[in-house]
Structures are given as C-alpha cells and as structure tokens.
C-alpha cells in the first residue's frame, strides 16, 4: 500500500505567517487523486482540496495545493485564528486508499 | 443541501457486532460511492472500505475486510456500515464520507466496545 508521510507533525505559527506542509507518498501518486482535509477538535474532517491543487467550495484563497509524484504541499498564505487545526492528505490512487498521520497546526 | 446523518452511538461487548446507518439526502444517491473511515480516541484516520452506491460493489481494507461488510438501501439512500466479532481496538468514530474526495462527511457515530 502507498504510504503517505506527513511533516512536520507540529507546526507551531502565529496568525498573519505562512504555513507550508508536505505530504510524501512512498510511490508515485496520480494528481487527480490527492486530497487535502482540515479537522478541528470534536469535527469531521473537511475537504480543502482536491486534484491536489484544486479548492473545494467554499474554501478561502489563502490555501492552495500543489506537487506531483510523491511530493505534494499545502500552503496556508496568511494564517487565520480558524485555521489552526489538523491538516491530513489522503490518496485513492490505489486501493487501499490511505491517509497520511496528519499536522498539527497549533497557535505560537 | 448535501447532508449524510448517521446513527447514533453504541456501545457493544467484545465479540458482538455493530450495524452503522447513513442516510444521504441533497444529491442523488446512486450517482456517488459512500467511504467509511474511522478514527480511534485521539488518532489519525483509516479508511475502513467503499461501496458503490449504484451497482453495490465493494472495498475494504484488508486487516477489516474478514469482519466488515458495507451495504446500500437505494429505496431509503441509506449506507451501512456492519462489523462484527468486535474488539477494543474496534473503539473508534465511524464517518461516512460521499464520494471519492470525500466531499461531504456524516457526522460521525461513536462505537465504543468494551466489557
């Protein structure tokens, strides 16, 4: 199965910087399927992106996803005080879908 | 509205099994597939299988795939999710998720097995 790895697993940063983190997959993933999700405590996850650079409704401008292969990012422009939360990436490329471990984005 | 309600919480011995329901409404149901993922007490998430909500066909994880079995009810747009022979590992937050992007998630159903 593809393994995805996530890093870091913490990142510590204030409102106003910039969040960037990476999603590794153990073999080659197609674009069209990587996804980015948020949780926050006590929610189900949310969808942010998808096709690994494309926002999904109603999502804000500030994040955007980019990569190919096996190396994919999430970058938060300017980090808003709702924006601390978990952050994973997940792939449907091949069966059986799997998840990376997740970011912490937790408020410096 | 997109909206996928799940059952309630459930407590169960070791051993027993646990049916989960997600009824779907604001779409049409047999034009997506329905995921389930579960999340144990303060971990990440698993993907536990995906059923087509057109044809039934289904995928399961491997280390679940002996104890799960994922069904659809088109005439009520409801999922289910059924796993048996439970264990305390089992212990989780099931989620149903539409689609492949997993565009729209239920809100979770807490299963809890202990004795």
């Known amino acids: 199965e593809i393994v995805l790895t996530q890093s870091p697993g913490s990142l510590y940063l204030s409102p106003g910087e910039r969040a960037t983190l990476s999603c590794r997959a153990s073999q080659s993933v197609r674009s069209d399927y990587l996804v980015w999700y948020q949780q926050k405590p006590g929610q189900a996850p949310r969808l942010l992106i998808y096709g690994a650079s494309s926002r999904a409704t109603g999502i804000p401008d500030r994040f955007s996803g980019s990569g190919s292969g096996t190396d994919f990012t999430l970058t938060i422009s300017r980090l808003e005080p709702e924006d601390f939360a978990v952050y994973y990436c997940?792939?449907?490329?091949?069966?059986?879908?799997?998840f990376g471990q997740g970011t912490k984005l937790e408020i410096k | 509205q997109v909206q996928l309600v799940q059952s309630g919480a459930e407590v169960k011995k070791p051993g027993a099994s646990v049916k989960v329901s997600c009824k779907a409404s604001g779409y049409t149901f047999t034009s997506y597939g329905i995921n389930w993922v579960r999340q144990a007490p303060g971990q990440g998430l698993e993907w536990v299988g995906w059923?087509?909500?057109?044809?039934?066909?289904?995928d399961y994880a491997q280390k679940l795939q002996d104890r799960v079995a994922l069904t659809t009810d088109t005439s009520t747009s409801t999922a289910y999710m059924e796993l048996r022979s439970l264990r305390s590992d089992d212990t989780a937050v099931y989620y149903c998720?539409?689609?492949?992007?997993?565009?729209?998630w239920g809100q979770g159903s807490l299963v809890t097995v202990s004795s």
């Open positions: 998720a539409r689609g492949w992007e997993l565009d729209h």
């Open positions: 059923i087509s909500a057109y044809n039934g066909n289904a």
């Open positions: 997940q792939q449907y490329d091949t069966s059986p879908q799997t």
